[in-house]
């Protein structure tokens, strides 16, 4: 038969979900090894973290798409959070590999780093489902056309998940290294959203790299940073 | 199967983008 846009999603979707049947809801007996490794163990704050961010996301879902779209939200974010789980084990057997160390309790217990990951899982099962599609031009510029295919869209995720694009930035990478079986649009996807951060989400006031640019440069040539306006 | 250009070289890794080596 021939391939239509509906088809298309729907064997992206079967995909995704197919990938992730052996993930469980819960961290692998691996992962959670590397947890119990760690001098602070994080199972329970990554735990504790998951069920806020789940509640937050399915309701902001819900206003989103329609309040009958909660349920929806809190299935896309179960696919999340197996995603979640999937790459970060698979990003820390490569640490480990890399570093020859199993204790990777700095980073288990940095929150942002687990925000972020969590982000780019569910922003690549939003993208899977279409929700996230840059229907507007590359920008979600609000308002006009079919709500559920604009609202949702990057960077919808990084307000719901309260996390600076700088540092979802950071995670994309390492996150495409680290599961080789996403698809090529999705992939493209992720690198679309990276150019949006590198072009334009980063640069807005509040963002952290003014700070860390500040910082680079002290010490060193004083030389002025630019402000977001200019 | 995909051209996505990786930029980070083999010594970098998550650990390092997170300040945590």
């Not at chain 1, 084990?89 to 217990?109: G, H, I, P, T, Y």
């Not at chain 1, 869209?153 to 996390?163: A, N």
């Not at chain 1, 080789?180 to 951060?197: G, Q």
Request: charged share 25%; hydrophobic share 35%.
């Amino acid at each position: 038969p021939p391939q239509t846009p509906v088809r298309a999603a729907m064997t992206s979707i079967q995909q995704l979900r197919g990938d992730l049947t052996s993930s469980g809801d819960q961290p692998s007996t691996n992962l959670a090894t590397y947890f119990k490794n760690c001098t602070v163990d994080p199972t329970q704050d990554v735990l504790k973290r998951l069920e806020t961010l789940g509640q937050t996301f399915s309701q902001r879902f819900g206003q989103a798409v329609g309040p009958r779209c909660v349920v929806l939200g809190w299935q896309r974010f179960k696919l999340g959070v197996r995603l979640y789980y999937k790459v970060m084990e698979a990003m820390l057997k490569s640490e480990e590999k890399r570093l020859s160390v199993q204790n990777f309790s700095k980073l288990l217990n940095d929150v942002t780093f687990h925000t972020s990951l969590l982000a780019c899982s569910l922003e690549v099962v939003m993208a899977t489902y279409g929700e996230s599609s840059f229907k507007t031009g590359g920008y979600n510029h609000g308002g006009g056309g079919d709500p559920v295919e604009t609202d949702v869209c990057f960077p919808w995720i990084l307000d719901v998940v309260s996390l600076t694009a700088f540092d979802f930035y950071k995670v994309i990478e390492s996150f495409i290294k680290a599961e080789p079986t996403l698809s090529k649009d999705i992939v493209k996807h992720l690198e679309t959203c990276e150019n949006l951060i590198m072009e334009r989400i980063a640069w807005r006031t509040g963002s952290p790299l003014f700070e860390l640019l500040k910082q680079e440069h002290e010490g060193g040539a004083a030389e002025q940073v630019e402000t977001p306006a200019s | 199967s995909h051209d996505y250009h990786f930029g980070l070289e083999d010594h970098e890794g998550i650990s390092e983008l997170f300040d945590c080596d």
